[in-house]
């Protein structure tokens, strides 16, 4: 999706720590050069050029430390806080930021407070050592956890910019970077490289040439699994459904792979051919017509999807007659650009109806742009409320995001349904709507993906994925490998006609729908007592 930076004049920030880039010289020459880190103040090591010569440096004492020389200031486009797909502004970050080359013996600082490593004499590799040191001093001064999962940050930087000077190849040099960052524990700190952040920075409002599946990393597992595949699309009409387990793509196997590079080996060009294989488990698919009785525990399916224009279309909306009354059902199926948009005029549209009452369907929602789930929280909420509590580096000791004053859409009853797929924002969202009494939250625990990411472009063209916090619902519940926990499941249907819910069911599969029919139950209720 399209990197969008958020835009906090929309929303009320308290205290949100912000991490402020400047760009800086660049390294020069490498030849028989080192790079070299000065312990800064309180411990921490800062960036400095050495050199026998004067020259500009760039001094980084805290995420919102001091101009310092050498340094010209420079916005980030994203100010703030972002969840993955949501806040991808290009957060530019210069070479020097990172290390500054050394040539000779330096002058500028005692020889006792460097520390010091070979530069290679390989370009590649020593490409891979500018990029490390990058990336180390941006997670130093800006993860959310200052002791950094009980690591020693500085020790962490001596051992992996030692492997990678003896690495024989860029890769090998390269992987290092992977592996610093796998210590802390976090699998959303990550970098990707630049051919995989080209593909992740495809805009969010328009058209996509692939398959159409959202996938995630299952932190549990360690598996990718299809999130939802994107109604109309190559896979949604080759028959993939929420829940799949992606196991190769054309003949490669995904294990250790993120989301990420999963995509970007499916997009392609328009009538190409990919070759997916899948593991389905038949706990997954219940009264699926043509499964036979009993089924396998597990199913095995290769499928080959050609490739085609994905219409990124996040809304859908239908008016259903129950009784007396009328339920809107509005399903939502990712935060984009579009879908506060988009959900408003469904909203107006059965509005003009005559509903009595709405459904979001945040199922399989695996969230995106964080700046998203605010709009469309301002659709139904009424005031200034508090939509989620952020804690990170800089916070006292958590911080509010709230909505400017404003007027709700619509004041009619509502119900949100979610289940393990809904992630990220859209846990934002029913959380924000469930914790200020706007909603009824039904069907399974979410997701539980609690943390939040800024991305960062290197100087190599790669990006580095930082967690700058953690969030959690306004009521203080924590979401971070926990999930919301809804205020009913859905009901359980007869065999055979269980859910087997697609990207965007139309009206008559919601009538099979035991989750949309058990939100119906609980909104007639309140319809009914509304009435008398």
Not at 107 to 115: E, G
Request: proline content about 7%; hydrophobic content about 40%; charged content about 20%.
């Amino acid at each position: 999706m399209q990197p969008n930076a958020a835009r906090p004049s929309l929303a009320r920030t308290r205290g949100l720590p912000s991490l402020p880039l400047r760009p800086a010289p660049g390294f020069g020459a490498a030849q028989r050069a080192s790079l070299a880190i000065v312990p800064g103040l309180g411990g921490r090591c800062r960036v400095t050029a050495l050199s026998d010569k004067p020259r500009a440096s760039t001094k980084r004492e805290g995420p919102a430390g001091p101009q310092q020389q050498g340094s010209t200031p420079a916005a980030s486009p994203c100010d703030w806080i972002s969840s993955v797909g949501s806040c991808i502004g290009k957060a530019v970050v210069a070479a020097g930021v990172a290390g500054i080359l050394a040539m000779g013996q330096p002058s500028a600082a005692r020889a006792d407070d460097i520390v010091r490593f070979p530069a290679s004499g390989n370009p590649q590799v020593f490409t891979a050592q500018k990029t490390l040191v990058e990336a180390w001093t941006i997670v130093r001064e800006g993860y959310f956890d200052e002791n950094f999962g009980g690591r020693d940050w500085e020790g962490e930087l001596r051992k992996h910019m030692t492997n990678a000077y003896h690495a024989d190849n860029g890769d090998r040099a390269y992987s290092e970077i992977g592996q610093m960052l796998a210590g802390l524990g976090d699998p959303y700190t990550r970098v990707i490289p630049p051919e995989e952040y080209a593909d992740f920075r495809v805009s969010s409002d328009g058209e996509l040439q692939g398959v159409g599946l959202l996938i995630a990393l299952d932190p549990e597992s360690g598996k990718l699994v299809v999130l939802t595949p994107i109604k109309g699309g190559p896979a949604d009409r080759a028959g993939v459904l929420p829940g799949d387990e992606l196991l190769s793509i054309n003949g490669e196997s995904t294990q250790g792979w993120d989301g990420a590079r999963a995509a970007s080996k499916m997009r392609g060009t328009k009538g190409s051919l990919v070759t997916v294989q899948l593991a389905r488990r038949t706990d997954q698919i219940p009264g699926v017509p043509g499964i036979p009785e009993p089924a396998p525990e597990v199913q095995f399916k290769e499928l080959k999807i050609k490739r085609d224009v994905v219409e990124l279309t996040p809304v859908y909306a239908t008016a259903v007659k129950v009784d007396d009354a009328t339920v809107g059902y509005i399903k939502l199926a990712s935060l984009s650009s579009k879908a506060a948009e988009d959900t408003s005029k469904a909203i107006n549209e059965l509005k003009g109806q005559g509903v009595d009452a709405f459904v979001l369907d945040l199922r399989n929602n695996p969230g995106g742009l964080v700046q998203a789930g605010l709009d469309v929280a301002r659709l139904w909420l009424d005031g200034a409320p508090t939509i989620f509590e952020v804690s990170g580096r800089g916070t006292e000791p958590t911080s509010e995001v709230a909505l400017p004053l404003g007027s709700a859409a619509t004041d009619r009853p509502m119900a949100v349904l979610v289940d393990r797929g809904s992630a990220s924002a859209s846990e934002i969202l029913a959380g924000a709507l469930h914790d200020n009494h706007r909603a009824v939250v039904i069907g399974d625990r979410t997701y539980g993906k609690g943390k939040i990411q800024t991305v960062f472009e290197l100087q190599d063209g790669s990006a580095l994925f930082l967690t700058v916090a953690k969030y959690q619902t306004p009521a203080h519940a924590v979401i971070d490998a926990v999930g919301i926990k809804p205020d009913m499941a859905c009901a359980k249907l007869a065999k055979g006609t269980g859910d087997a819910p697609r990207a965007m069911p139309n009206g008559p599969e919601l009538e099979k729908d035991s989750c949309f029919m058990t939100a119906e139950k609980q909104l007639l209720k309140e319809v009914h007592l509304q009435q008398h």
